[in-house]
């Protein structure tokens, strides 16, 4: 237990946020600029939206905002981890998402001098059984989800004999968005059952290594 609490406490000194402030940090001062005037333009066009609806220009506006905001901090994470493009391209395509591959450098970084090998098994031995004594409910148990099934089942039931189709219709497409994107939020959301598996995960990585082509 003591070697997973030592090492444990080194993988949480690389959380995605410091990632993801270091790529401001790094980037230009043009590129800082454009990140922020673009947040900017968006929350301008998105209170117009909302104000003058219905008005398709600002909606239009408000995308292209977002989609322009989404290029430039790419460009802005390129840049700050181009060294790390450069020397693992493959892996920190594959391994992109969450910025994984950019704190499993940084994490064996800290590794490195600080734990022994008998500290890195005993960590393991000690993460499986956290692993399979930790049960997490699926996200279609979530209260949000029963709920939006609820109100979904609820239109169709009773409402629907009653309510004027058009408004039928509406409150039904509502639901399905909210629950399509409720879906996606919490199961996109990092549980202490994901945050083990790649810790896990980064303790076994310097095992299989291998030089890239």
Same mark, same amino acid.
């Given at each position: 237990?003591?070697?997973?609490?030592?090492?444990?406490?080194?993988?949480?000194? @690389?959380?995605?946020?410091k @990632?993801?402030?270091?790529i401001?940090?790094?980037? &230009?001062?043009?590129?800082?600029?454009?990140l922020?005037?673009?947040?900017?333009?968006?929350? $301008?066009?998105a209170?117009?939206?909302?104000?003058?609806?219905?008005?398709?220009?600002?909606?239009?506006? *408000?995308?292209?905002?977002?989609?322009?905001?989404? +290029?430039?901090?790419?460009?802005?994470?390129? &840049?700050?981890?181009?060294?790390e493009?450069?020397?693992?391209?493959?892996? *920190?395509?594959?391994f992109?998402?969450?910025?994984?591959? $950019?704190?499993?450098?940084?994490? =064996?970084?800290?590794?490195?001098? !600080?734990?022994?090998?008998?500290?890195?098994?005993?960590?393991?031995?000690?993460?499986?059984?956290?692993?399979?004594?930790?049960? @997490?409910?699926?996200?279609?148990?979530?209260? !949000?989800?029963?709920?939006?099934?609820?109100a979904?089942?609820?239109?169709?039931?009773?409402?629907?004999?009653? +309510?004027?189709?058009k408004?039928? @219709?509406?409150?039904?497409?509502?639901?399905? !968005?909210?629950?399509?994107?409720?879906? *996606?939020?919490?199961?996109? $959301?990092?549980?202490?059952?994901?945050?083990?598996?790649?810790?896990? =995960?980064?303790?076994?990585?310097? =095992?299989?290594? =291998?030089?890239?082509?």
């Open positions: 237990m003591d070697s997973f609490l030592k090492l444990y406490g080194l993988y949480r000194s @690389v959380p995605r946020w @990632v993801a402030l270091s401001y940090q790094g980037a &230009s001062s043009r590129l800082k600029w454009l922020w005037s673009t947040k900017a333009f968006f929350a $301008v066009f209170s117009l939206q909302f104000i003058l609806i219905p008005n398709w220009p600002y909606f239009l506006l *408000m995308l292209a905002a977002a989609c322009a905001w989404g +290029w430039l901090f790419y460009k802005a994470h390129k &840049s700050a981890f181009s060294h493009y450069s020397a693992h391209p493959e892996r *920190m395509k594959y992109e998402r969450d910025y994984q591959y $950019v704190r499993y450098l940084q994490f =064996r970084e800290k590794l490195n001098g !600080v734990a022994s090998r008998q500290d890195i098994q005993g960590a393991l031995a000690f993460l499986s059984e956290q692993i399979q004594s930790n049960s @997490v409910p699926p996200v279609s148990s979530h209260p !949000v989800i029963t709920f939006l099934f609820a979904i089942f609820a239109i169709l039931g009773s409402a629907a004999g009653h +309510w004027p189709a408004y039928t @219709v509406a409150s039904l497409l509502i639901l399905l !968005v909210l629950l399509y994107f409720s879906y *996606m939020i919490l199961g996109a $959301v990092n549980t202490t059952q994901s945050d083990l598996k790649e810790f896990k =995960r980064f303790l076994l990585w310097p =095992r299989d290594e =291998r030089p890239e082509a």
